[in-house]
């Protein structure tokens, strides 16, 4: 049974290779950048295989322009043409860029589109769907919105964040502390946002700051098990400090966060707020969540033994330390 097994799976491997040698694995290029109102430049750079290009086309809208002639250069591995286009007043918001021939391929479409405003967008374009859709401007509404969702996800899925929150719920006793504490971690995340975002101050590396969050998890660990154990510190006798302390220093990782995402200059003011507000509906939502469960646990009069009392900081200690000893060692390896 091995035996057929084994030349079962052989077989299964010699069919697949012919077509994994022939699957385009690159996909086709399309940058475009906005420089003056209307005014585009074009980069479109399709693959070679076997030293023949693929039979993608970029047909642009019919009321685009060229402006001069394309200059095409032949890449290892790749053909490239650029070119300058017009598209008149209303440039090419709201319109649809095609790529005939895509459909008879296995390969994509990497499109990146920069606007003046400030908007920078990133789309793969799939055969299925060889088109891709230039965004109008979106209203104040519509970029409140996005906004504020983004804000709400990047809280969510910010593990780290996340943590740092939940070690502070652990050591303060009380509803008024709670308050002045979750207070004092907003406030202070909100000033560095602010000022990193609108050119202020300098983002800090990347590396340094990740670094630096899990630091500040790994802090609050030793405390949570203090405050198990009946003992103080300054910490557990005024979190509302740390928090703030510490919310400066997060503050700057939601302010790279919301870097990356491209903000439309022309209503920056406003994507700031929103994505502020986002932040804090996924915050106020995670802490609502763990004092509902800290709530059930007490009606229920579930009796904890004394090791799982003190698991929560040495969960807590665990995971700031694993993670500030591997973003120190990729800090470190980065400055090689």
Same mark, same amino acid.
């Given at each position: 049974?091995?035996?057929?097994?084994?030349?079962?799976?052989?077989?299964?491997?010699?069919?697949?290779?012919?077509?994994?040698?022939?699957?385009?694995?690159?996909?086709?290029?399309?940058?475009?950048?906005?420089?003056?109102?209307?005014?585009?430049?074009?980069?479109?750079?399709?693959?070679?295989?076997?030293?023949?290009?693929?039979?993608?086309?970029?047909?642009?809208?019919?009321?685009?322009?060229?402006?001069?002639?394309?200059?095409?250069?032949?890449?290892?591995?790749?053909?490239?043409?650029?070119?300058?286009?017009?598209?008149?007043?209303?440039?090419?918001?709201?319109?649809?860029?095609?790529?005939?021939?895509?459909?008879?391929?296995?390969?994509?479409?990497?499109?990146?589109?920069?606007?003046?405003?400030?908007?920078?967008?990133?789309?793969?374009?799939?055969?299925?769907?060889?088109?891709?859709?230039?965004?109008?401007?979106?209203?104040?509404?519509?970029?409140?919105?996005?906004?504020?969702?983004?804000?709400?996800?990047?809280?969510?899925?910010?593990?780290?964040?996340?943590?740092?929150?939940?070690?502070?719920?652990?050591?303060?006793?009380?509803?008024?502390?709670?308050?002045?504490?979750?207070?004092?971690?907003?406030?202070?995340?909100?000033?560095?946002?602010? %000022?990193?975002? @609108?050119? =202020? $101050?300098? +983002?800090?590396?990347? #590396?340094?700051?990740?670094?630096? *969050?899990?630091?500040?998890?790994?802090?609050?660990?030793?405390?949570?098990?203090?405050?198990?154990?009946?003992?103080?510190?300054?910490?557990?006798?005024?979190?509302?400090?740390?928090?703030?302390?510490?919310?400066?220093?997060?503050?700057?990782?939601?302010?790279?966060?919301?870097?990356?995402?491209?903000?439309?200059?022309?209503?920056?003011?406003?994507?700031?707020?929103?994505?502020?507000?986002?932040?804090? %509906?996924?915050? @106020?939502? =995670? $802490?609502? +969540?763990?004092?509902? #469960?800290?709530?059930?646990?007490? *009606?229920?009069?579930?009796?904890?033994?004394?090791?799982?009392?003190?698991?929560?900081?040495?969960?807590?200690?665990?995971?700031?330390?694993?993670?500030?000893?591997?973003?120190?060692?990729?800090?470190?390896?980065?400055?090689?």
């Amino acid at each position: 049974m091995t035996r057929i097994a084994a030349a079962a799976l052989l077989l299964l491997l010699l069919a697949l290779a012919p077509a994994a040698q022939a699957h385009e694995v690159r996909p086709a290029y399309l940058q475009i950048q906005e420089r003056a109102a209307g005014q585009y430049s074009v980069l479109w750079r399709t693959p070679l295989f076997s030293g023949m290009r693929l039979p993608i086309a970029l047909k642009l809208p019919d009321d685009v322009r060229e402006v001069g002639a394309p200059v095409v250069a032949e890449l290892p591995g790749s053909r490239v043409e650029r070119r300058i286009v017009d598209a008149g007043a209303g440039g090419l918001a709201g319109k649809r860029i095609e790529f005939p021939g895509l459909q008879a391929t296995i390969t994509d479409v990497l499109v990146r589109v920069e606007l003046l405003d400030g908007r920078r967008t990133v789309t793969l374009v799939h055969p299925s769907q060889p088109w891709v859709d230039i965004a109008a401007p979106a209203g104040k509404a519509g970029i409140a919105g996005a906004f504020v969702k983004q804000g709400i996800e990047h809280i969510l899925l910010g593990a780290d964040h996340l943590l740092f929150v939940f070690g502070l719920l652990l050591i303060v006793g009380n509803v008024g502390m709670l308050v002045k504490t979750v207070t004092a971690f907003t406030v202070a995340h909100s000033i560095t946002l602010a %000022i990193a975002t @609108l050119g =202020f $101050v300098p +983002l800090p590396p990347l #590396l340094p700051l990740n670094a630096a *969050v899990a630091l500040s998890i790994l802090f609050l660990a030793p405390e949570v098990v203090r405050v198990w154990r009946g003992e103080t510190s300054f910490t557990i006798r005024h979190p509302w400090v740390v928090a703030f302390l510490f919310g400066l220093l997060h503050g700057f990782g939601f302010a790279s966060a919301i870097d990356s995402t491209g903000l439309p200059r022309s209503e920056l003011a406003l994507a700031l707020l929103s994505f502020n507000v986002g932040v804090e %509906i996924g915050q @106020l939502a =995670f $802490v609502a +969540l763990v004092l509902a #469960l800290m709530g059930s646990f007490r *009606v229920l009069e579930m009796r904890w033994s004394q090791w799982a009392r003190v698991l929560p900081g040495y969960v807590l200690g665990g995971l700031g330390a694993f993670w500030t000893i591997q973003r120190v060692a990729l800090l470190v390896g980065g400055l090689r």
